[in-house]
């Protein structure tokens, strides 16, 4: 296979929540440019309208007028949260610091993940959480108000978690402090201390200083790193040529993916790296290498989480075993991920097993793969298997291409255009 192009991927997602909760909730006019346009996007956008904010349509260059820390008003409607684990973790965090109540509710896959890990801080700090069914899923209600600080050691590692508490004791003016085991992405943390917060981070802790105030911003987008590795991926299994991502955010707490594919033996080069936005931007180039096996453990698995399905794909095209633990929180993604990608991987032809909290992928070399995949609507299964479709003489069907839409609606376009 031979790649070639120059790509700028969209927008980062979670950049593009925080950029709109944050807007939404700053002291005056914010401008938001390259806000991700996708169904996850529009999720926080329509609970933020839901409300009383003015949010625009989503489009290149928008502006929110702010209506404070203090002004939103209570829903006369549910919250949908459609497909998306953010909108609905981080404005459970921002409802609970709010003096009113909100129904969230959202898709079948979003309403069986576990929201008792925003619940069980949030409630200590004073909101209160009721769930319609057994169980910690969706719908759920939360009814907030004033809140006291709170001092949260993580249970998991999670930048939704940590951010939800970060925002309620943002909203309600409160002390909070949250200690991680590992770092996860910091973008809630940057954004604030651009926004005026008074944040302090220090090794692993997070202490947010309550003073009332979140100044309005303007934040540029960078080209999200998570859809960026479907392409560093494809360039990393093609037999010649190279691809460039323009834009790309290499905050260290995202880039774990193109550190394992350049240890699996990609060549990978961050150009014209700048600050940008308050957060970390390069070029990222990249050309194929003989590929092997790595290994990736817990520590590593924050800074690229997103990016295990695809690393499994170029892992089936590598030479020799790829051994993938402590990624348990796989098991509560869009789709129990481990079982999507183990399941997957043996339906197209290779050769894998899964672990309690990781996965094992003994890779064969780069060759044609084909068989029917099962996305169980989770975009980014369904993006990691069009890489692998894309090798010449695959014949690879994804059962449900569309749910790309959730975070790179234009993927399928952008993958046709780079296979030469
Ligand atoms: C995100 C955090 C991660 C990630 C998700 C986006 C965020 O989830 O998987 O796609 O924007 O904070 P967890 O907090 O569950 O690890």
Redesign the pocket.
């Known amino acids: 296979m031979r790649v070639d192009g120059v790509l700028r991927v969209p927008g980062d997602?979670?950049i593009s929540?925080r950029a709109l909760m944050l807007g939404a909730l700053g002291a005056g006019v914010s401008r938001v440019r390259g806000v991700l346009q996708s169904l996850d996007v529009h999720s926080t956008a329509g609970v933020l309208r839901a409300l009383g904010v003015a949010v625009p349509a989503l489009g290149d260059d928008i502006v929110i007028e702010g209506v404070g820390l203090r002004g939103l008003r209570g829903p006369g409607v549910d919250l949908d949260c459609g497909n998306s684990?953010?909108t609905t973790r981080l404005m459970a965090g921002i409802v609970a610091g709010s003096p009113l109540a909100g129904r969230f509710i959202g898709d079948a896959s979003l309403s069986r993940r576990p929201m008792g890990r925003v619940a069980r801080p949030l409630a200590q700090m004073g909101a209160r959480f009721d769930f319609d069914a057994r169980g910690d899923g969706l719908p759920m209600t939360v009814h907030g108000g004033a809140l006291r600080g709170l001092t949260w050691h993580m249970e998991t590692?999670?930048?939704?978690?940590k951010?939800a508490i970060l925002l309620a004791g943002l909203v309600a003016d409160v002390p909070v402090e949250v200690v991680e085991q590992e770092r996860?992405?910091d973008?809630t943390e940057r954004m604030f201390a651009g926004r005026g917060v008074d944040l302090r981070v220090e090794e692993n802790v997070v202490t947010l200083v309550p003073t009332a105030r979140l100044d309005a911003s303007d934040q540029l987008v960078p080209a999200d790193p998570s859809s960026a590795a479907f392409f560093a991926a494809l360039a990393a299994i093609a037999d010649h040529g190279s691809i460039a991502l323009d834009d790309v955010c290499v905050n260290p707490t995202r880039a774990g993916a193109f550190g394992v594919l350049r240890r699996m033996g990609a060549k990978i080069a961050f150009e014209n790296v700048r600050a940008e936005g308050g957060e970390d931007v390069a070029r990222v180039v990249v050309t194929p290498g003989a590929l092997r096996g790595v290994v990736i453990d817990g520590g590593e698995v924050?800074s690229l989480?997103?990016e295990l399905p695809v690393l499994a794909c170029v892992a089936a095209c590598a030479d020799g075993e790829t051994r993938v633990t402590g990624a348990s929180?796989l098991r509560v993604?869009e789709s129990d991920r481990i079982a999507a990608i183990v399941n997957n991987l043996r339906a197209v032809g290779a050769d894998a097993e899964e672990l309690p909290d990781g996965f094992v992928v003994r890779g064969t070399g780069r060759r044609p793969f084909a068989g029917r995949v099962a996305t169980h609507a989770d975009h980014r299964i369904a993006m990691a298997f069009g890489v692998l479709g894309a090798i010449p003489g695959s014949a690879i069907t994804v059962d449900d291409p569309d749910c790309a839409a959730v975070s790179f609606p234009t993927f399928w376009e952008e993958l046709s255009r780079v296979v030469v």
């Open positions: 997602k979670s929540h684990g953010t590692a999670s930048a939704q978690v951010s996860t992405r973008h924050p989480v997103d929180e993604k």
